[in-house]
């Protein structure tokens, strides 16, 4: 018997089993949308719409899109358990969503329905979309980029889970008190959150600590883990809808708790506290997105979240194989995509289960594992690769260790036999550092053990090649492949950006939602007058909105008729805000000191938005200093008010779909050879920012498609970047010769943006004297001559207009669908399903 289409409206059949009955979808009419609203706020809601409350009726509309979903999501459910065809598990400890209102109305086809319906129960839409407090799970483009992927996966129609932790409190909310940073914690749950599905009865049990022993197995010596504690997995799903093509996958978040969270024989003894105290200890795994290592104690944090939620993973996907499937074939079944280091503890855990659990033998089980893992790098910095040291490792999982260490040993054997005893590059290809502590080094342990290793950009793949593990590209040169990033159309166009998405469908048509390179149809509009006057109305408009957000949010405001200088990105000395900074500086000083006629200088407000770690005291001594010089030079009557500075507190997805439309100028500015790809610079090209920007991360690939001529490039080529840091790097001989340069320090160092007090900023001024590792002042005067082309391009709005037309045209290649694809054909070999 073949199951009904599973959005029909008809009468369930007495015929049906029990097990195939269908779920059914509400009309897709306004009115059918109205009667789900009204049932949800009535029902679920516990209010009448009368007495309902803004977040009631929010509650209810959420609902009441999931409802819309559920027939599709359930059935892709039912479907991928009865074919069981290959998956991608993406294991990512970051998922950056941004609010879902929106997007899966926009998935579902809704919006227009919506909105209707809503507005005939006397209901602004856009009310209930500002109320929605969006899930800070993640801290910057590695959460987003999870979040852009799993959109494109469900796009695609590839069967996939995303796995996370679903943190109580994600990445802080940041407030400014006296221009400086201030943490405070992001309750996004304190209202509830409709689109999740918690599954207790779906938990599983994680354990820690402890003690591994042998034992005799019917004559085979085997190793059983025997831990002191653990903690419960209870697995939150999430609906990832694809856009408009009925297919619905899983985004699955973790929640630690007590398996026994409450003993009631000591509360009645009187001691509160401890009746609680296992409740608490387990629920810290998974309270807070990056809890701060400094201490002992934070850094056995972190190793307990990134274990508890790949193990929980790990497991979920095998309770859920056929009792009879052949652990054997488990590559025919999953990819287990590595998102970084974090999650690189699932390559023991996934070996443990099927030695120690399912009674696998070590090589057959040490086979199955290299081909179910496939490992994405994102960072060029030594110290971003992941190390756990060997003693908390041991004390927190020892049976994980024991297994490390054979990994280790039967691989270096291996290098062994083909380079002979070359005892350095044995020290230096050990997955094992014996240097400054004895640790693991978690790169290596995902290289050695994935089918494939990708970086995220060209230029990032090579380097990653060449001077992160040269020594594993060589030993595995088949290993190593690229997949450049790519981000989400849908909302960071179609959603971000409606007024250009309507511009651009009414060219040429709505299909490149869904084929992004379709942009290139643009390109003979860059030459027509008319369309380039549609498009600079479209950038008015989106300033105008910007300007709006940002004074209701923040009470400040965008100058009239401003260039939008944006720099949005986590802060980060490699990513250099201080070059940023001190080009400000520059500009302010001239005008003051006035050796820069005020006509000249292009009115030009600059946006910053940028979060730092709690630990990373420079970086939030940046972030005071951004904040002091914005003071200054915003007070200063001699501008009149020609160069802002807007730094709006907690920058995130939300407020980024404001900003990135209204970007003039996008500033990707980093050191050449430390950004691995960065996605933001495809958001703003995409959204008709023209890029200023080194050769590094993803800007090659973005200066080689738009044109030099449509790019302003500056700075040291990563060659060259590395010879002047082989010759002895002396920032001071920069200051000395740099009259400019000069000045704009000198005036940091003397007090002007803190109140006199020159104490303040003096670490940052000794900093970039002495120190300078990202090389702002060699930098410095090639940024500076850039920004006067910036200036001079700029006089000349056709002109600009017509190359920011470009830069949308020529972008389509940085879709996250177009990474997809080159995962599936290059890593994965998980063709979509119908």
């Known amino acids: 018997m073949s199951l009904p289409d599973a959005a029909t409206t008809h009468p369930l059949s007495a015929t049906h089993t029990l097990a195939l009955a269908p779920v059914f979808t509400p009309p897709v009419t306004v009115d059918g949308f109205v009667e789900q609203f009204l049932h949800n706020l009535n029902y679920d809601g516990g209010v009448t719409l009368s007495a309902s409350s803004t977040n009631d009726r929010y509650l209810a509309l959420a609902c009441t899109v999931r409802d819309y979903l559920m027939a599709r999501w359930l059935e892709d459910r039912r479907r991928q358990q009865e074919t069981q065809a290959k998956a991608v598990c993406y294991l990512s400890a970051e998922y950056l969503l941004g609010r879902q209102l929106d997007n899966d109305l926009l998935a579902s086809g809704l919006t227009e329905i919506a909105t209707e319906a809503l507005a005939s129960c006397g209901i602004d839409i856009a009310d209930l979309r500002g109320h929605e407090i969006e899930p800070g799970l993640g801290n910057g483009g590695l959460g987003r980029l999870a979040a852009c992927f799993v959109d494109s996966l469900a796009t695609l129609g590839v069967p996939s889970t995303g796995y996370g932790i679903r943190y109580e409190y994600g990445i802080f909310r940041q407030t400014f008190e006296d221009g400086q940073q201030v943490e405070q914690p992001d309750a996004w749950l304190a209202m509830g959150s409709p689109w999740e599905f918690p599954h207790p009865e779906k938990a599983q049990t994680i354990s820690f600590g402890g003690r591994t022993e042998t034992f005799d197995d019917e004559g085979t010596t085997r190793t059983r883990w025997i831990p002191a504690w653990n903690v419960s997995a209870v697995p939150y799903n999430h609906m990832v809808p694809g856009f408009q093509n009925g297919r619905v996958n899983t985004l699955r978040l973790w929640r630690a708790k007590a398996t026994d969270a409450f003993d009631l024989r000591i509360f009645n003894s009187g001691d509160y506290e401890q009746a609680v105290r296992a409740q608490i200890f387990a629920e810290n795994i998974s309270k807070v997105l990056y809890p701060e290592d400094s201490t002992p104690q934070g850094k056995e944090l972190r190793l307990q979240q990134q274990y508890f939620f790949v193990a929980a993973s790990i497991h979920d996907f095998l309770d859920g194989l056929p009792d009879d ?322 730094f709006p507190p907690n920058y995130n997805v939300t407020l980024a779909e404001s900003v990135i439309p209204a970007a003039d100028l996008s500033e990707q500015i980093s050191l050449a050879g430390m950004e691995a790809s960065g996605t933001g610079n495809m958001k703003f090209a995409l959204n ?117 037309i470009l830069n949308v045209a020529r972008c389509g290649f940085f879709s996250s669908d177009r990474s997809i694809h080159d995962y599936i054909d290059r890593i994965w070999h998980t063709p979509p399903t119908t």
């Open 325 to 646: 499937f052949d652990l054997a074939r488990l590559p025919e079944r999953v990819i287990f995509q590595l998102n970084d280091t974090h999650p690189v503890i699932a390559v023991p855990e996934l070996l443990r289960v099927l030695v120690d659990e399912r009674g696998m033998g070590w090589d057959a089980a040490w086979a199955i594992t290299q081909q179910c893992f496939a490992y994405t790098c994102h960072t060029l910095l030594p110290e971003a690769l992941e190390m756990w040291s060997v003693d908390l490792l041991g004390r927190l999982l020892p049976r994980h260790l024991e297994i490390i260490y054979r990994i280790n040993d039967e691989f270096l054997l291996a290098v062994r036999e083909r380079f002979g005893d070359d005892e350095m590059r044995i020290r230096n290809m050990s997955i094992i550092a014996e240097f400054p502590e004895r640790s693991v080094r978690m790169a290596y342990l995902a290289t050695v053990a994935g089918s494939r290793v990708n970086g995220v950009a060209e230029l990032h793949s090579q380097l990653l090649r060449d001077k992160v593990l040269p020594a594993f590209a060589e030993f595995f040169p088949q290993k190593f492949t690229n997949v450049t990033n790519g981000v989400t159309p849908r909302r960071f166009l179609r959603l971000a950006n409606p007024a250009l998405s309507a511009l651009i469908t009414d060219a040429i048509g709505d299909g490149w939602v869904t084929e992004l390179d379709r942009l290139r149809e643009l390109e003979p509009f860059a030459e027509d007058a008319s369309f380039r006057t549609a498009f600079a109305e479209v950038k008015a408009g989106n300033k105008r909105r910007l300007n709006d957000v940002l004074r209701e949010r923040d009470g400040m405001a965008v100058g009239e008729g401003h260039l939008v200088d944006v720099m949005v990105k986590r802060l980060h000395e490699y990513k250099r805000q201080l070059l940023k900074v001190l080009h400000v500086v520059s500009c302010y000083e001239g005008v003051v000191s006035g050796r820069i006629p005020l006509d000249e200088l292009t009115p030009r407000t600059v946006v910053f938005g940028a979060k730092a770690a709690p630990g990373y005291a420079m970086a939030k001594r940046i972030i005071h200093l951004i904040n002091a010089v914005g003071s200054v030079v915003n007070g200063d009557p001699r501008l009149q008010g020609r160069l802002q500075v807007l």
């Open 688 to 804: 008709g920012a023209l890029t200023i920007g080194t050769d590094d991360g993803a800007n090659v690939e973005i200066r080689r498609l738009v044109g030099d001529d449509n790019f302003f490039l500056f700075g040291m080529t990563e060659p060259e970047v590395e010879e002047v840091g082989r010759a002895g790097y002396r920032p001071s001989d920069f200051y000395q010769a740099d009259e400019g340069l000069r000045r704009a320090i000198d005036l940091i160092a003397s007090g002007a943006f803190s109140g006199g007090d020159r104490s303040v900023f003096e670490p940052i001024v000794s900093n970039l004297l002495y120190e300078d590792r990202f090389m702002v002042l060699a930098d410095f005067s090639g940024y500076l001559a850039a920004q006067q082309r910036v200036d001079t391009a700029y006089a000349d709005q056709d002109a600009w207009t017509r190359s920011a």
